[in-house]
């Protein structure tokens, strides 16, 4: 990681791929895209923290996922925001 990137915050990660889904369904390399444009590039989310983190916030029924085809036409599972999601994304950021 360089001086004009930051690690995360413990808990900021769950936010930050709700925020990144909420706009457009996205695979798992769309949204570590989606939040490095979200923080102006002063945030890098490890892979190795990224899919677990999809894979927890998908069992708390906050996303949902789906097979698709990216846009190289290769198999990629593609995350969306589900209602419970988006309330609680509303709740985090409005609070």
């Known amino acids: 990681m360089d001086s004009k ?3 995360l915050l413990p808990g900021t990660l769950d ?3 709700l925020k990144a889904v909420s706009l457009k369904r996205l695979h798992g390399y769309g949204v570590l895209l989606r939040i490095h444009q979200i923080s102006r590039k002063r945030l890098e989310v490890p892979q190795g923290s990224l899919y677990p983190a999809l ?3 998908e069992h708390q029924g906050l996303i949902t996922s789906e097979w ?5 036409k290769r198999r990629a599972k593609y995350y969306t925001l589900t ?3 988006r309330t609680r994304l509303r709740q985090e950021t409005d609070g």
């Open 15 to 17: 936010l930050l791929i």
């Open 5 to 7: 990137t930051t690690e």
């Open 83 to 85: 209602r419970t999601g």
């Open 55 to 57: 894979y927890r916030l």
């Open 68 to 72: 698709g085809q990216s846009e190289n």
